[in-house]
């Protein structure tokens, strides 16, 4: 009986009904897709940095660091046969050595990195250096990002003077023309860095099938003479950064759920406070207070079903629309985040249903606890609007 | 005692701010079934208080009320729902029908809280609709009726489950005087013909008219306590 009583008092409310359900599964697909934006900001980040630079990891020289540029000269070494014989599309070997650029007459100091123009293991634009030889001619070709071009002036088919050291420290110089300027999604593979043919930059230096680096698509086992760095370790700072990124995620979420929280405590509450006199009424009629109480948390029950619901509904469509389309993120381009393309969302099933979970609750219990304060006090207070005020 | 309803030297005091209004001054009264009078008195004399402890809304701050010998303090919350569930209708000023039911659902409701199956009785139902004559508009909500008929509405709803003691609060305070006549004609009838006892609190002259017994009160207590005699005048 209670059941078809409150499912008759829901259903029947109108707009009342309507909007308490529509603020609910609003505030449901809000928090949701807040979240969901920020994970899909970490997610894109790491698989950026993943996709474009550390594959599944790196079997590098031993004492190479990539933030120490004044040693990158003495760390480098003939790529072992077992990592040179894997598939093209499980491993890439780069050389990374220092030079400088001199664009209209001013001096930039780079990073040349040299990388093997077959592999198809890393997601780098460079097929403009594809049609040349093995052996570097008389101009140097390279691939600049958009970045990187930006800043030292260069556009594609310009040429300017590169200049470097071989092996042996003496200083060469050549010139070097930009066959393309390409877009990076992420910017640590583009601000700073010359794209060179792997080839060519070991003919430079006289580091013939020498490497710093061999990123491979997964551990092949210890390998003699290069030590092997994991992911987690080749983007520890990225990881670093994320997890405080997921503190304040926290924060913000948790303070989402409470606005959220609160906007369905007010829109229920209200609700029960302009029904005092029902609540009243009915107890005038002999409904025990046990069973007014199960009568308005079961409303409150129908409501949040509703609720979740409609988010479900109005959640999928939005979430696929916006899936289709993303965040655009452009004016994050200048900074050295990782990630410059559309976010798109990153959606954790954990965080949905605790979202989902925690907004019911508090409509379940905000259709409780109310009534119940009510109906412990005397029916003659509900009758005129009082219990509550 | 075959009394219905009996009070004994009953005082309720309200706590107001800092003070304490002493709303009842031990009123003692005794009420016969199948009754149909008023309290009258002005606004803040106790006529509402009085019917709200005799409806177990409320509990009497010292004395006592008894239904058939039954004293209501006695009662936990449970019992007193059940006690109201069981014996009594209530009617309002403000008529308080639940506003998302029909006519016809607003007057099955109480015979549904009662443990009815709506098959068993919607025979019952429409006779009590047709009885408040408002046969015609069974299907609307009270937002469609007119202040009387939604207090036919709550009449039937009252009466419905065929109670001994009908409270009536103030039931014409929000009725022009023609549907202050037909509602009172109306209970009147019903009174005659269900044997159900009415009690009314009211300051509107016009139920003297049609009470048998007349309860006057003033500041809590009673003034005077008249009944109608043979001839039909109050003594």
Redesign the interface.
């Known amino acids: 009986m209670i059941f078809n009583i409150a499912w008759k008092n829901f259903s029947r409310q109108g707009i009342r009904a309507v909007l308490n359900v529509m603020v609910t599964a609003l505030a449901m697909i809000a928090v949701v897709f807040n979240i969901s934006l920020y994970n899909g900001f970490q997610a894109q980040t790491t698989r950026n940095m993943i996709r474009t630079d550390v594959a599944g990891g790196h079997y590098r020289v031993p004492g190479f660091d990539i933030l120490s540029p004044t040693e990158w000269e003495d760390v480098t070494r003939k790529i072992p046969e077992s990592l040179d014989d894997l598939p093209n599309a499980e491993r890439a070997s780069a050389l990374v050595q220092q030079g400088q650029l001199f664009p209209n007459r001013r001096l930039y100091p780079v990073q040349l990195r040299g990388i093997d123009v077959h592999q198809t293991l890393l997601d780098l634009p460079l097929d403009g250096l594809k049609s040349y030889g093995e052996r570097v001619e008389d101009i140097i070709p390279a691939v600049l990002g958009v970045k990187m071009a930006q800043k030292a002036h260069l556009k594609q088919g310009d040429t300017t003077v590169l200049k470097w050291r071989d092996r042996h420290g003496v200083v060469d110089a050549r010139d070097l023309l930009v066959v393309d300027v390409v877009t990076m999604v992420n910017s640590r593979v583009d601000e700073g860095v010359l794209w060179l043919r792997l080839d060519h930059l070991q003919d430079m230096t006289q580091r013939q099938n020498e490497i710093s680096w061999v990123a491979v698509k997964e551990f092949q086992g210890p390998v003699q003479g290069m030590e092997f760095q994991e992911v987690d370790e080749l983007i520890a700072d990225i990881l670093n950064l994320i997890e405080n990124d997921r503190k304040y995620a926290q924060v913000f979420w948790v303070i989402l759920i409470f606005l959220a929280g609160i906007g369905v405590f007010n829109t229920q509450i209200l609700n029960v406070f302009k029904r005092q006199k029902e609540i009243g009424t009915l107890m005038a009629l002999g409904m025990t207070s046990a069973q007014v109480v199960g009568l308005f948390t079961l409303e409150g029950s129908m409501a949040a079903l509703l609720s979740v619901f409609v988010a479900l509904l109005l959640g999928t469509a939005l979430f696929a629309w916006f899936q289709s389309v993303g965040l655009d993120i452009s004016h994050l381009a200048e900074s050295t985040i990782p990630v410059h393309e559309n976010i798109l969302l990153d959606i954790h099933s954990g965080e949905v249903v605790s979202t989902i979970v925690i907004i019911v609750s508090v409509m379940v219990l905000v259709s409780w606890l109310p009534v119940r304060k009510i109906t412990r006090l005397d029916p003659t207070l509900a009758l005129r609007g009082r219990a509550i005020t | 005692m075959n009394n219905i309803v009996s009070i004994d030297k009953v005082a309720k005091v309200f706590r107001v701010g800092d003070e304490d209004f002493t709303a009842l001054h031990e009123i003692s009264l005794d009420i016969e079934p199948g009754a149909f009078m008023s309290f009258v008195g002005p606004s803040g004399s106790g006529k509402t208080t009085l019917l ?1 402890l005799i ?1 177990g ?3 009497p701050t010292s004395g006592s009320v008894f239904f058939k010998n039954v004293k209501l303090g006695e009662l936990n ?2 019992a007193l ?6 014996n ?1 209708g ?1 009617i ?1 000023q ?1 008529y ?1 029908l ?4 029909s006519v016809y ?1 607003n007057i099955l ?2 015979l ?4 009815n199956k709506e098959s068993a009785v919607r025979r019952s139902v429409l006779d009590m609709v047709d009885s408040v004559g408002l046969s015609d508009q069974i299907k609307k909500r009270p937002s469609q009726l007119s202040g009387g008929q939604c207090q036919r509405v709550a009449i039937a ?1 009252a009466l419905v489950k065929k109670p001994e003691l009908i409270l009536a609060d103030e039931p014409t305070a929000n009725l022009d005087a023609e549907n202050s006549f037909q509602i009172l004609e109306l209970m009147r009838e019903l009174n005659k013909q269900f044997k159900a006892a009415f009690i009314f609190s009211t300051h509107d002259e016009k139920v003297t008219k049609y009470v048998n017994r007349e309860v006057g009160l003033e500041d809590g207590r009673v003034c005077w306590d008249k009944r109608r005699n043979g001839s039909g005048s109050f003594e």
């Open positions: 709200n409806g809304l409320d509990q919350r449970t729902a059940e006690y109201r569930r069981k009594l209530f309002f403000t308080n639940l506003p998302v039911y659902e409701f109480p549904l809280l009662d443990g709803r």
